[in-house]
C-alpha cells in the first residue's frame, strides 16, 4: 500500500465498487456495505487490514432533548499486545458525538478509520420520522491504494508522497509534497476553462475566460494582454516634471506599443532629435528594415497635430518626427510644435517586430 513512512501506511477505504457505504434502512438505523480498509496503528504496531464481508446493520441512539449532536461511524481494530482491551478484532462501530448548540465529532479512539458522521437531530427517534438521511450524511471516507495507485477521492487530506497522484472527479492531481496541484491531462494540452487556477508548468495553456492564458510560472497571463512599462523620452530642450507611460502588448516577435509624455513644469521641448526606447530592442534584421507608425501632439492651447514615430532594425528605441507641409520629416519642434502648458502631450503607437 502506500507508504508514508519507513514502518507506516497511508490508513483508508481501498477503492473497488462503492466500498463501505452507508444506506438508511430505517428512521434510526443505517447499513454500512462490505468493503476492505487499512487502519494504521502506532509506528510499532504498524497497518491492519481490515475486511467487512457482509453488510452491518447499524442502531442509532434516540436524539438529545435540546441539542444536536454528530455520531461518527467507523472501523476499530483492538490488539491486546497495545492496547488495554485484551482483545484482538476489528469492530464497526457507532462513535456517539456530545450534544451542543454547535456540535462536533468525539475524539477518534487510536486504531481507527472514521467513514461517515450522522448529524442525530435534537429529539429524533423511530416516532418522530428519524434522522433525515438525505441531509444528515456527510461522508468522511478517504481512499487508499498501493504506491503509485490513483487515489479516487477529493478530501483535504495530504499526500503521502511528492509525486502521488488522485483523481478527484473532475481532474489528475499530483501531491507537490505541499499542495494536490492540478495535473495537464497531457503535456502540452489545453486545459478547459473550468480546469485548475494553477499551472502545472511554465508554458502551459489553458482556455481562458477571454482566450488563451499561458501559465508563467506565477499566473495565467492572457494571450494578448497589454503589460505597462515606463519609456524614456529623450531629445527635449528640458525634460523638467513631464510624465511618461506606456503600453505593449507582445504575441511572439510581435510587439504592438502605445507610448505618451505629458509636459510638466518646466519642461520645454526644444528643436531637437525627440526619441523614445522601446519595451523590447528590435530585430536586427539589416538596413534599409524598419517600421514605423502614427501619433498625435497636443499643445493644450490649439489643436492637434501629426507625429511619425520611426523604428530602425537592432534599434532600442523609436525616433519621433512630425511631417513638413513639403512632406519632408522633421524634429517637431522644428516646425514650431509648441510645448509650455498644463495639458500639453505627445503620443505615439507603432508595431514592430523583436528577435
Not at 499526500?159 to 499530483?174: C, I, K, M, S, W
Not at 530602425?312 to 528605441?317: L, Q, R
Request: glycine letters at 14%; a negative charge; one cysteine or more.
Amino acid at each position: 500500500m502506500t507508504p508514508t513512512g519507513a514502518t507506516t501506511t497511508a490508513p483508508g477505504v481501498i477503492p473497488g465498487g462503492t466500498p463501505l457505504s452507508l444506506t438508511s434502512t430505517a428512521p434510526m438505523q443505517a447499513q454500512l456495505g462490505a468493503g476492505r480498509a487499512i487502519v494504521q496503528g502506532t509506528t510499532l504496531q504498524g497497518a491492519y487490514p481490515v475486511t467487512l464481508t457482509l453488510p452491518e446493520t447499524l442502531d442509532f441512539a434516540p436524539g438529545h432533548t435540546q441539542w444536536d449532536r454528530i455520531d461518527v461511524v467507523l472501523l476499530h481494530v483492538y490488539d491486546g499486545l497495545y492496547d488495554q482491551s485484551g482483545k484482538a478484532l476489528a469492530a464497526v462501530e457507532i462513535l456517539k458525538g456530545t450534544p451542543a448548540a454547535d456540535p462536533k465529532p468525539a475524539p477518534l479512539p487510536s486504531c481507527s478509520l472514521p467513514l461517515w458522521a450522522v448529524r442525530v437531530p435534537v429529539a429524533a427517534s423511530a416516532g418522530t420520522g428519524g434522522i433525515p438521511w438525505a441531509t444528515a450524511v456527510t461522508d468522511l471516507r478517504v481512499y487508499t491504494v498501493a504506491a503509485g495507485g490513483i487515489r479516487p477521492d477529493a478530501s483535504s487530506d495530504p499526500g503521502a508522497y511528492a509525486g502521488q497522484l488522485r483523481d478527484t472527479g473532475t481532474r489528475v492531481e499530483r501531491w507537490s509534497g505541499a499542495a494536490w496541484v492540478p495535473y495537464p491531462s497531457a503535456l502540452g494540452g489545453i486545459v478547459p476553462n473550468t480546469g485548475p487556477a494553477f499551472g502545472s508548468y511554465v508554458g502551459q495553456w489553458r482556455d481562458g475566460p477571454t482566450g488563451l492564458d499561458r501559465w508563467d510560472g506565477t499566473q495565467w497571463a492572457p494571450l494578448g494582454r497589454w503589460v505597462p512599462y515606463t519609456p524614456f523620452w529623450s531629445g527635449l530642450d528640458i525634460y523638467g516634471d513631464a510624465t511618461a507611460g506606456g503600453r505593449y502588448c507582445r504575441i511572439g516577435r510581435h510587439v504592438d506599443v502605445v507610448a505618451w509624455l505629458t509636459w510638466g513644469p518646466g519642461s520645454s521641448l526644444g528643436t531637437g532629435n525627440i526619441r523614445v526606447t522601446l519595451p523590447v530592442a528590435s530585430a536586427d534584421v539589416g538596413a534599409p528594415h524598419g517600421w514605423q507608425g502614427t501619433g498625435r501632439h497636443l499643445d493644450a492651447e490649439t489643436y492637434w497635430r501629426a507625429l511619425l514615430p520611426v523604428v530602425d532594425a537592432g534599434d532600442g528605441g523609436a525616433q519621433v518626427l512630425a511631417t513638413a507641409p513639403d512632406g519632408q520629416w522633421m524634429n517637431p519642434g522644428q516646425l514650431g510644435y509648441r510645448w509650455n502648458r498644463e495639458g500639453a502631450s505627445m503620443r505615439v503607437q507603432f508595431s514592430y517586430e523583436t528577435a
